[in-house]
């Protein structure tokens, strides 16, 4: 398998900062996505890694290692909209056939 | 806006029917769309890929006969789920992307719950 690892549960408070860590096999590994999903909703796209370092996009960031197989998504100034799962997914040799991780729930709250 | 629809949202069956599920990506061409899977409280999962004009391939495990995947033209997939039993009942998710995209992003469409009583 994959074997993609990510925490089950975050709780954080309004205003503050989240790191969402994600460990994977490195064998075959192309890039690193990151997306939110709200409960009963599909899948949005927040970040894809290709190469080594940050990369930031307003509230959120998110950082490759792939010599550690590591990435981390970054939530800062958090709202409660933010309150969601957010899935770590790799894919093989840039196919786009991803393999998820089990996802991070995150709440927020006040 | 959207730029896969899926439907239905939600379908609700008798256990031993079929059931068809449309993918569509709304502008832009899809060659290839991936049909995921999710039980509550777990990942998504592929089931399978599906290729205008081709067969559809699919992961280990899954059924082909039972999830029947058709790839007619390129704007549109269809997954029927086929003599549904309630282990069948999930999120099913369809997904593609733009063709010579260079930030790797992967659309998905809204999903379909699927409930086998």
């Known amino acids: 398998g994959q074997n993609i690892d990510q925490p089950t549960e975050m709780t954080a408070t309004e205003g503050a900062i989240v790191q969402i860590n994600c460990t994977y096999q490195?064998?075959?590994?192309?890039?690193l996505f990151w997306y939110q999903q709200h409960a009963g909703e599909a899948p949005t796209f927040l970040s894809y890694?290709?190469?080594?370092g940050l990369e930031e996009k307003g509230r959120f960031s998110s950082f490759l290692s792939r010599s550690k197989g590591y990435s981390y998504l970054l939530l800062k100034e958090l709202q409660m909209k933010d309150s969601a799962s957010y899935l770590c997914?790799?894919?093989?040799?840039?196919?786009?056939?991803?393999?998820f991780g089990a996802g991070t729930t995150v709440t927020v709250r006040a | 806006g959207a730029v896969v629809s899926q439907h239905p949202s939600w379908v609700i069956c008798k256990s031993g029917t079929s059931v068809k599920i449309e993918c569509r990506s709304l502008?832009?061409?899809?060659?290839?769309m991936f049909w995921y899977r999710q039980f509550p409280k777990q990942s998504l999962m592929l089931m399978a890929t599906?290729?205008?004009?081709?067969?559809?391939?699919?992961e280990q495990g899954v059924e082909k006969d039972k999830f029947l995947i058709n790839h007619a033209s390129l704007t549109l997939s269809t997954l029927t789920v086929t003599s549904a039993h309630p282990e069948d009942s999930s999120f099913y998710i369809c997904?593609?992307?733009?063709?010579?995209?260079?930030?790797?992003?992967?659309?998905f469409g809204e999903g379909s719950r699927l409930t086998v009583l």
């Open positions: 997914a790799r894919d093989t040799h840039g196919d786009y056939k991803l393999s």
């Open positions: 490195t064998s075959g590994f192309n890039g």
């Open positions: 890694n290709v190469l080594d």
């Open positions: 502008d832009f061409q899809a060659t290839t």
């Open positions: 599906s290729n205008e004009g081709s067969k559809a391939t699919y």
């Open positions: 997904s593609t992307f733009r063709p010579a995209s260079i930030s790797g992003e992967l659309f």
